[in-house]
């Protein structure tokens, strides 16, 4: 399918374990981002990467690691969930129109840490 | 640190009603602005962005101006329709391909 998948898209895990959201983009975009999203604080964002094998924190890193071994994928893991890390999680990717970059946002994943 | 505003929280208007969105920012040096639509249980869907260069950018029904140097963006919804009803998300960046700094949206409600 063309555009921006992420699965899972709904996922119950219990603290402590260690949980991968997958993101993958079929448009070669070279910036990906992951955002969480909760009540009260809106959309934050947690990790993005420019191009391949570079990546960088957001506002609220803590917790998660990122990587990007190639263009389409950015994967995001929990190593060790915590209840604070229930969230439904976006992933986006951006692309340049005009001068200025665009972002288009996957259907996101609903995380509950149990 | 820049913070993006959305006044109001909630909004409800009959169908056929014109209605403006606000969204304001604190610090103007931003290079896009961008209007999202979420429906419930959603991802997020673009609608206009508008470079800090430009003024405004319209798109069917929808019409988006920005006024950087006041820190204020307006969406305008045109004929209003029960479809409409979702979430409006105002977004910034601060440096082209970084990430958006989002208000905590306007919640819309058409009733027909």
């Known amino acids: 399918d063309a555009g921006i998948t992420q699965s899972p898209r709904y996922k119950i895990t219990e603290t402590g374990r260690q949980v991968t959201l997958m993101c993958h983009q079929t448009?070669?975009?070279?910036?990906m981002f992951w955002y969480r999203q909760d009540l009260g604080h809106g959309l934050r964002l947690i990790y993005y990467?420019?191009?391949?094998?570079?990546?960088d924190k957001g506002e609220v890193p803590d917790g998660y690691v990122v990587s990007r071994s190639k263009t389409e994928n950015f994967p995001l893991t929990l190593e060790s969930a915590t209840r604070s890390q229930t969230s439904v999680y976006f992933c986006?990717?951006?692309?340049?129109?005009?001068?200025?970059?665009?972002?288009?946002f996957g259907p996101g994943t609903r995380l509950t840490v149990t | 640190k820049q913070e993006v505003t959305q006044i109001p929280a909630a909004l409800s208007v009959p169908e056929g009603e014109n209605l403006v969105l606000n969204c304001s920012f604190t610090?103007?040096?931003?290079?896009?602005l961008q209007w999202f639509r979420q429906d419930p249980g959603k991802g997020l869907t673009s609608l206009l962005l508008?470079?800090?260069?430009?003024r405004e950018q319209t798109s069917g029904r929808l019409n988006a101006s920005l006024d950087k140097s006041s820190g204020r963006s307006t969406l305008y919804i045109a004929a209003s329709q029960p479809g409409d009803s979702a979430t409006y998300l105002c977004?910034?960046?601060?440096?082209?391909?970084?990430?958006?700094?989002f208000g905590k949206g306007t919640t819309l409600s058409v009733s027909s």
């Open positions: 977004a910034v960046d601060g440096q082209a391909g970084t990430a958006l700094i």
């Open positions: 508008i470079q800090s260069s430009q």
């Open positions: 986006a990717s951006a692309t340049r129109v005009s001068g200025s970059y665009e972002q288009y």
């Open positions: 990467s420019a191009a391949a094998d570079i990546t």
């Open positions: 448009w070669s975009h070279s910036y």
């Open positions: 610090d103007s040096a931003i290079y896009n």
